[in-house]
């Protein structure tokens, strides 16, 4: 797997091999990440897409220390932090790694006001040193997401959906992390909303230089916002490259399929479109046994030999 | 093109819910009509009414809403011969469950989990409503459910009707749900939200599966959305609402290659182009009214950059573009000021219409 390896700049995240299983029962185990590799950049953004169940969440989840991975490695900064981890490296990742979640509603507490939701990473942390002091950095945060600091006195059920998830956003970026996964941040959200909520996001990232992982099924948003992209499908990483490169050349059929099933909003040419139909059961095409084939660049497609002779 | 013969007609209608907090203004008089095998779109934001109104026209209303005033004139056919015209709103409960709801209008939800029982096998549920609405014989039944899971697309159709909810995926639940409603050959489907809990691919494949059989039975068909790339596959009529009013009506060419409303502007401009490279997203500034409290004016003039004086006054009135398009905002009086389209999304349109052939079609 070293060929995935980024060749100009030492990757701020490196993913080798993950697997994630879950035993539900002696004879059962839902294997839901099968070696998946990839690399994220310092103030990069990866976009990972796939339809529901195809492991996209796990993998976040995974890489954040939710779950603890069956096999594979992950480093982050330069530290190994998929097994064991020392209190030095375990307080290095939660502080330089945060995550956004899906719903802003189920993941604000009804009961705490927002200055104290979004202050509990530097309560934590220790990270100010009188209440004057961490007033200011939340209402700073409140700034940057562009809500206001009198907004730190009210509860999660006061604000609209879209506030929301600037609370989840800011309560994220007080750590000032490196890297922060968005866990379909935006799939819950009006679409008039998304735009307001995805352009905050790279505003950020241009003034901190943070690394996003994107993980989403909405094609279209994750094209606008990714740098590179990797398609997932029954826990395979299935193609990676850029965003120019997944869209202007798919290789893989899968790939191909999901592309062509994006809702286009013009009238004339959706009416006469229909998606690409793919079938894993059919199709003859064993993830299993593909490795990762280089097309060009940094674009990688896992297949067989044969396969990659009959789609290129 | 056959004459079209309206089955579904909303007037005026409008909607109050009693919360903690006070009244909430969700309807203001939306007017809405269906013809016979045609596909209307409504789209708008959460909290436009979109989802409400459908509700009104099932009769299905939660506890604390009022209709406070309106009309809903439903028709269908009784026998091939004898064409009944009916006011829902004057319909009692239960009048309208024994001869409307799932009969005559049927509706998918956004949730095929929540709209299914989990407690009960797909197919028995698929059966359900035959056998209480028309007294079908078991077997009957049966067979018609069988045939209904092949017209939706299932494999295994009998060893599916066997399953729970549970052991199907989620594409597979909303063809269910898409069999059910279809099971007492409905006249009339609302979809409210029927893909957006789906993955793109798999929505694709139900909204063609819909338009199918839509062609195949003459149904009409109300989708109710927030995503302009299902409007734009399969309506044939666009309405787009916010706070609660209709702001700008017609077909979907109209409403996509000739927008008025400044908010359908916005909307179409927020999309993320797949055409283009922009650094930025166009988003529409600031949020929704707040439906609480009493509305002056166009709702929209607070967002909108275009709004004149008399927006924060007056509530704009429909104004009639052409025969099927029609848009409120004062932008279209006679004695406004001439306000051009933003010029990204004249571009975009431009675009559009060169890339779908709209030129070659219209020229033809």
């Given amino acids: 797997m070293n060929q995935l390896q980024s060749n100009s700049v030492f990757p701020l995240l490196e993913v080798k091999g993950l697997r994630q299983y879950f035993p539900i029962s002696r004879?059962?185990?839902?294997?839901?990440?099968?070696?998946?590799?990839?690399?994220?950049?310092?103030?990069?953004?990866?976009?990972?897409?796939?339809?529901?169940?195809?492991?996209?969440?796990?993998?976040?989840?995974?890489?954040?220390?939710?779950?603890?991975?069956?096999?594979?490695?992950?480093?982050?900064?330069?530290?190994?932090?998929?097994?064991?981890?020392?209190?030095?490296?375990?307080?290095?990742?939660?502080?330089?790694?945060?995550?956004?979640?899906?719903?802003?509603?189920?993941?604000?507490?009804?009961?705490?006001?927002?200055?104290?939701?979004?202050?509990?990473?530097?309560?934590?942390?220790?990270?100010?040193?009188?209440?004057?002091?961490?007033?200011?950095?939340?209402?700073?945060?409140?700034?940057?997401?562009?809500?206001?600091?009198?907004?730190?006195?009210?509860?999660?059920?006061?604000?609209?959906?879209?506030?929301?998830?600037?609370?989840?956003?800011?309560?994220?970026?007080?750590?000032?992390?490196?890297?922060?996964?968005?866990?379909?941040?935006?799939?819950?959200?009006?679409?008039?909303?998304?735009?307001?909520?995805?352009?905050?996001?790279?505003?950020?990232?241009?003034?901190?230089?943070?690394?996003?992982?994107?993980?989403?099924?909405?094609?279209?948003?994750?094209?606008y916002i990714s740098d590179r992209i990797g398609v997932l499908h029954l826990g395979y990483l299935l193609e990676t490259g850029t965003t120019e490169e997944i869209f202007s050349h798919p290789v893989h059929p899968y790939t191909q399929s999901l592309i062509s099933a994006i809702p286009n909003p013009n009238p004339l040419l959706e009416r006469n479109r229909t998606a690409k139909k793919y079938d894993y059961k059919t199709s003859g095409i064993d993830y299993s046994a593909g490795s990762m084939h280089l097309i060009e660049g940094t674009h990688y497609v896992r297949c067989t030999d044969a396969e990659l002779d009959g789609w290129v | 093109m056959e004459r079209k013969e309206e089955i579904l007609t909303v007037r005026n209608l409008n909607i109050s819910f009693e919360t903690t907090a006070g009244t909430v203004r969700a309807v203001r008089g939306v007017n809405l009509s269906v013809n016979r095998g045609e596909t209307v779109a409504i789209v708008g934001e959460s909290g436009s009414g979109k989802s409400v109104s459908a509700k009104a026209i099932m009769g299905i209303l939660a506890k604390n809403g009022t209709i406070?005033?309106?009309?809903?004139?439903?028709?269908y056919y009784r026998s091939p011969e004898e064409r009944v015209t009916r006011e829902i709103l004057d319909m009692k409960k239960e009048e309208i469950r024994r001869h409307i709801n799932g009969k005559r209008i049927a509706m998918v939800f956004q949730d095929p989990m929540t709209s299914l029982n989990p407690l009960i096998p797909v197919g028995k549920q698929i059966m359900e409503g035959m056998i209480w609405h028309y007294n079908t014989p078991k077997?009957?039944?049966?067979?018609?459910?069988?045939?209904l899971m092949k017209l939706v697309g299932i494999t295994d159709a009998e060893k599916r009707m066997k399953n729970y909810p549970h052991q199907l995926s989620g594409g597979m639940r909303q063809r269910i749900v898409i069999a059910i409603a279809l099971a007492c050959d409905p006249e009339l489907l609302i979809c409210d939200e029927p893909t957006t809990a789906l993955d793109v691919t798999i929505q694709s494949r139900i909204l063609e599966l819909i338009q199918e059989i839509q062609k195949k039975r003459q149904l009409s068909v109300i989708y109710i959305t927030h995503d302009l790339g299902v409007v734009a596959k399969v309506a044939d009529r666009v309405n787009v609402m916010y706070a609660g009013k209709i702001v700008e009506s017609g077909t979907v060419n109209d409403v996509f290659?000739?927008?008025?409303?400044?908010?359908?502007?916005?909307?179409?401009?927020?999309?993320?182009?797949?055409?283009?490279?922009?650094?930025?997203?166009?988003?529409?500034?600031?949020?929704?009214?707040?439906?609480?409290?009493?509305?002056?004016?166009?709702?929209?003039?607070?967002?909108?950059?275009?709004?004149?004086?008399?927006?924060?006054?007056?509530?704009?009135?429909?104004?009639?573009?052409?025969?099927?398009?029609?848009?409120?905002?004062?932008?279209?009086?006679?004695?406004?000021?001439?306000?051009?389209?933003?010029?990204?999304?004249?571009?975009?349109?431009?675009?559009?219409?060169?890339?779908?052939?709209y030129y070659e079609s219209a020229a033809e």
């Avoid at chain 2, 077997?139 to 045939?147: G, P, Q, S």
């Fill in chain 2, 257 to 357: 290659y000739d927008p008025r409303h400044p908010y359908t502007w916005g909307l179409l401009s927020a999309m993320p182009d797949l055409g283009t490279d922009d650094e930025r997203l166009y988003t529409i500034p600031g949020s929704p009214p707040n439906l609480l409290h009493r509305i002056t004016g166009d709702a929209f003039a607070p967002r909108n950059k275009y709004a004149l004086n008399i927006d924060s006054r007056l509530e704009p009135p429909m104004f009639r573009i052409s025969d099927t398009h029609e848009a409120a905002t004062w932008l279209l009086h006679p004695r406004a000021p001439k306000v051009e389209l933003p010029e990204e999304l004249r571009d975009r349109i431009e675009r559009m219409k060169r890339e779908g052939g």
């Fill in chain 1, 27 to 223: 004879r059962y185990t839902v294997k839901a990440v099968e070696d998946v590799s990839f690399y994220i950049n310092p103030g990069e953004t990866y976009g990972l897409v796939g339809e529901s169940g195809s492991g996209k969440t796990t993998i976040g989840r995974a890489i954040i220390r939710l779950y603890n991975p069956t096999a594979g490695q992950i480093f982050f900064d330069g530290r190994d932090i998929s097994g064991h981890m020392n209190r030095e490296t375990e307080r290095e990742l939660r502080i330089n790694m945060q995550m956004i979640f899906q719903d802003p509603m189920a993941c604000l507490n009804p009961r705490q006001k927002v200055a104290d939701i979004i202050a509990q990473g530097i309560d934590i942390h220790h990270r100010y040193h009188s209440l004057k002091e961490r007033s200011e950095m939340v209402s700073d945060i409140l700034h940057k997401v562009g809500l206001a600091p009198e907004h730190a006195d009210r509860y999660p059920h006061q604000f609209s959906g879209g506030q929301r998830q600037r609370v989840g956003i800011a309560r994220a970026l007080i750590m000032n992390p490196k890297l922060i996964i968005a866990d379909e941040c935006i799939s819950a959200l009006d679409m008039s909303i998304q735009a307001q909520v995805v352009n905050l996001m790279k505003d950020i990232q241009q003034e901190t230089g943070l690394a996003y992982l994107f993980i989403a099924h909405d094609l279209s948003m994750v094209k």
């Fill in chain 2, 139 to 147: 077997e009957e039944a049966k067979a018609r459910a069988l045939e």
């Fill in chain 2, 68 to 75: 406070d005033g309106g009309k809903i004139t439903f028709s």
